[in-house]
Each structure stands twice: as C-alpha cells, then as structure tokens.
C-alpha cells in the first residue's frame, strides 16, 4: 500500500470516528494499533511499547503537571479571582477587558512555562472558569486561550526555539532575540482583535456594572497582583539566571504556589487534595492524547509519508518565494500530524540546505517556522492545543466550539506571517543589534 494511500485512509479514518463523538486517545490508539497490524503484522505492535515508554519518560512532559498543579493551588487559594478582580477594575473601560488582560497573562505563562500543552492547560484552568462567570462568549474565551498559549512556540525562553537552534546550527541566543518582536506583535494583533471585535459586538463581552470606582480602590487593588508576579519573576528568574530549566522552574512555581497560598491563609489539606485531583485529571487527559498522537505519528513516518512530502519541496523548479510559500505549506500540513520537536527533526536537515542556496535568512526563516508551528497547533481537527484544552472544558462545550473559536486568531496568524515574509527587518532588526554590541 503506497503512503499516499495509508495517509488518506488514516486521516478519513480519524475524521470520522471524532466525528462519532469518540474521546481522541482511544481514536488515535485504535487507529495506530489498527494500521500497524494490517501494515506490518503482530509483531510490530512493539512500536507502540516504544513509544508510549518515550513519552511516560519525557524530561519535558514532567513541566505539565507542575505546571498545572501551580495553577490548580493558586485558584483553589483566591489568588487568581483576587487578581482577575484587579484586571477588571483597571481593564473595565477597555472593550474586552478581561480577555485582554487574559490574553496578556497567558503570554507571560506561555514565556513562563515554554511548553504550549502545560501553558494552555494552565490557563485552561485559571481564565476560562472567570470570563465564562461573567458572561463571556465561550468561542471569545476559548480563543484568547487557545491562541495566547501557543505564544510559548515563539517568545523566550522556548524549548522549541532551542531544538530549532541546535538542529539547524545557528544561534541560541540569536533565536531568542529573533522571537522577541514577533512574539509581541502577535499579542498585539489579538488584543486588537479583541477590542475591535467587542467593540463591534457589545454581547461577547458584557461590561461591567456601572458602578464608580474610586482610584485609591483601583490602586488598592494592585496589592493582589505582588504574588502572582513574585512567582512568574522567580519562574522566570531561574531559568534567565541559568539556575534551573524550563522542567525544573516549575518545581519553583510549584513551591511559589504554595507560599502564596500559606500567606493567604488558604492552604489547607482539602484546598491541596482538591488541586491534586485536578492536576491528576487534566493530566491523564493530556498524557494519553500525547501517548495516542505519538504512536498514531509514527505509523504515518514509517510508511514513508513525511518523506515523500518533504522530497515534493526538492523538486520545486519555481521562484524562492515560491518555494518558500510551498516549505510553509509542507509545514503546517505536517503539523496537523506531527509534534513540533518532530517537524523539526524532519525538516530543518532537508530545508537548511534549500534556504542557504536561495539566499535566506536561516534565523529569519526560523522565526516563520516558528509561527507556521504555532498555527499548526490550532488548525482542526489535530490540532495539538484544541486536545489541550478539552481536558479542562466544563460541560456543555464540544470541540465544535473549540473549533470555531480558534478560526480569527488562525487569521490573525497567517496575517502575522505574511507581515514577517514582507518585512523581514521586523525579526532580524535585534539580533543584529545584540550581535554588534557583543562583537564592539
């Protein structure tokens, strides 16, 4: 059976079971054990074995219940209400208010955290239960989550970002720089969409009562926001200081966490059994998508049809920009699929050589894999962000929902991509800058 065929049938196959209503680990399972026998008989089932020991033993998936048992702590202790109710009173007169200020929290813990799946479980956790209390649209709500949380593919520090660095030898420190501006454009464009969008459309974000708020109140209010910002400046802290990894930070967050709590008088045994259920659950949701995503990856790589896609871009005889419009293509197709570690380790090693001869930037272009990444983690129906985040919906919300939530911020997303292809100083402009300095 060629690989043309095999991809066909698996993704209708996936289609059609999620469209039954099927939950996505068992569908990606199934498929995955399914196809292996009917490929490569019983005894490849061992393929399986291998790659669910590759994820229980993932130093990186450790971060997302850490991650998650922070955001579970800080919530259950009043922390996180204390600190929406600042937002809103500071935010009240700006349209949106609250998923503005939502979206700039989940661009810190996205920064924070450089794990989109321990970021947009978090914030899962931690925003949506307070937008959707105060009447916010659910695709609203669910967007601004979805989208800010991938932001973690693209603003330092990233583990991605690193991979991406190290597989196409180029510069750490010169990537992190390259992702800075971008990263900050892209969280403008959502608040503006936002403030826009609400603006046109009152109902999806209802204001406030109109009740006068006192300025000494408004300042008094700010005091919510000292631990909330001590914990992400030491998250951030150890990993800039080099004292701890992005895995091991959320063991600082963790502990953050739970001083906080303690200070607020609100750690107590049942407010911490609460936060370990919560973290057990979301986490099994997550770990077996991921379990399931993986071994469903790699029946689809050993029938050769990552291969043969990427084989497609080398016999392009068109104009560079062309073909660099086909490589982002062959990206974000291969995104529905693949993780992004394993786009990388794919594709990087055959586009480096094609980018080098066309006269690219590679840092520039990486900063457009980058982004390519990000939207492939929110393009239904595999993407990796939409499963997130349906381990903590509340009930009465399909993916149907998620899906159309996501659509404008996927927009806003290519919209951010062509205004890097165009303006390519926009990415390269400081890690040129840092590179002189350091050379002088």
Same mark, same amino acid.
């Given at each position: 059976?060629s690989?043309t065929?095999?991809?066909?049938?698996?993704?209708?196959?996936?289609?059609?079971?999620?469209?039954?209503g099927?939950?996505l680990?068992?569908?990606?399972?199934?498929?995955?054990?399914?196809f292996?026998i009917?490929?490569?008989?019983?005894?490849?089932?061992?393929?399986t074995?291998?790659?669910?020991?590759?994820?229980m033993t993932?130093?990186?998936?450790?971060?997302?219940?850490?991650?998650?048992?922070?955001?579970?702590i800080l919530?259950r202790?009043?922390?996180?209400?204390?600190?929406?109710?600042a937002?809103?009173?500071w935010?009240?007169?700006?349209?949106?208010?609250?998923?503005?200020?939502?979206?700039?929290?989940c661009?810190?813990m !996205? &920064?924070m955290? $450089?794990? +989109? @799946? %321990?970021?947009?479980? =978090?914030m899962?956790?931690?925003a949506?239960p307070?937008?959707?209390?105060?009447?916010?649209d659910e695709k609203l709500a669910?967007?601004?989550i979805c989208?800010g949380?991938?932001?973690?593919?693209?603003?330092?520090?990233?583990?991605?970002t690193?991979?991406?660095?190290a597989?196409?030898?180029?510069?750490?420190?010169?990537m992190?720089a390259a992702?800075?501006?971008p990263?900050?454009?892209l969280?403008?464009?959502y608040v503006?969409?936002?403030?826009?969008?609400?603006m046109?459309?009152?109902?999806?974000?209802?204001?406030?009562?109109?009740?006068?708020?006192?300025w000494?109140e408004m300042f008094?209010?700010?005091?919510?926001?000292?631990?909330?910002?001590?914990?992400?400046?030491?998250v951030l802290?150890?990993?800039?200081?080099?004292?701890?990894t992005?895995?091991? !930070? &959320?063991?600082? $967050?963790? +502990? @953050? %966490?739970?001083?906080? =709590?303690l200070?607020?008088?609100?750690?107590?045994?049942?407010?911490?059994?609460d936060?370990?259920m919560?973290?057990?659950?979301v986490?099994?949701?997550?770990?077996?998508?991921?379990i399931?995503a993986?071994?469903?990856?790699?029946?689809?790589?050993?029938?050769?049809?990552?291969?043969?896609?990427l084989m497609?871009?080398e016999?392009?005889?068109?104009n560079r920009?062309?073909v660099?419009?086909?490589m982002?293509?062959?990206l974000?197709?291969?995104?529905?699929?693949l993780?992004?570690?394993g786009?990388?380790?794919?594709?990087?090693?055959?586009f480096m050589?094609?980018?080098g001869?066309?006269?690219?930037?590679?840092?520039?272009f990486?900063?457009?894999?980058?982004?390519?990444?990000?939207?492939a983690y929110?393009?239904?129906?595999?993407?990796y962000?939409?499963?997130?985040?349906?381990?903590?919906?509340?009930?009465?919300?399909?993916?149907?929902?998620?899906?159309?939530?996501?659509?404008?911020?996927?927009?806003?997303?290519i919209?951010?991509?062509?205004?890097?292809?165009?303006?390519?100083?926009?990415?390269?402009?400081l890690?040129n800058q840092?590179?002189q300095?350091?050379v002088?």
């Open positions: 059976m690989s065929l095999v991809f066909a049938a698996m993704f209708v196959s996936l289609l059609l079971l999620l469209l039954s099927m939950p680990a068992f569908v990606l399972i199934s498929l995955a054990v399914l292996t009917l490929l490569w008989g019983l005894d490849a089932l061992v393929l074995v291998l790659q669910t020991y590759d994820v993932s130093d990186v998936l450790l971060a997302i219940p850490l991650y998650v048992l922070m955001a579970s919530q202790s009043g922390i996180i209400e204390a600190l929406y109710k937002m809103e009173l935010f009240r007169r700006l349209p949106g208010g609250l998923a503005v200020g939502t979206i700039a929290i661009t810190v !996205a &920064a955290t $450089g794990i +989109v @799946g %321990a970021a947009v479980a =978090a899962g956790i931690l949506l307070s937008m959707l209390r105060r009447g916010y669910l967007g601004v989208a949380g991938t932001l973690g593919i693209l603003i330092p520090p990233s583990i991605i690193i991979v991406y660095a597989t196409a030898q180029i510069s750490v420190g010169k992190f992702g800075i501006v990263g900050m454009v969280s403008g464009l503006s969409y936002v403030v826009i969008r609400t046109l459309k009152p109902s999806l974000a209802p204001a406030p009562d109109n009740i006068k708020i006192s000494l008094g209010s700010l005091k919510s926001l000292f631990l909330p910002t001590l914990i992400v400046f030491s802290g150890s990993i800039y200081a080099g004292i701890a992005p895995t091991e !930070a &959320a063991a600082v $967050g963790v +502990v @953050g %966490a739970m001083l906080s =709590a200070l607020q008088g609100q750690f107590t045994y049942a407010n911490l059994s936060a370990a919560d973290t057990l659950r986490t099994t949701m997550i770990m077996w998508i991921t399931g993986k071994i469903f990856v790699s029946i689809f790589t050993g029938t050769g049809g990552a291969d043969s896609l497609f871009i016999n392009l005889e068109l920009w062309l660099l419009l086909a982002m293509g062959i974000v197709l291969l995104g529905l699929f993780d992004e570690i786009i990388i380790l794919l594709c990087v090693p055959v050589p094609i980018i001869a066309f006269g690219f930037d590679p840092v520039w990486g900063v457009l894999f980058l982004i390519t990444a990000q939207m929110i393009t239904p129906p595999f993407g962000t939409l499963f997130y985040i349906k381990g903590v919906l509340p009930p009465g919300i399909g993916m149907e929902t998620v899906y159309r939530a996501i659509l404008p911020f996927l927009v806003l997303q919209l951010a991509l062509i205004l890097f292809m165009l303006f390519p100083d926009l990415v390269t402009w890690p840092l590179s300095r350091l002088s």
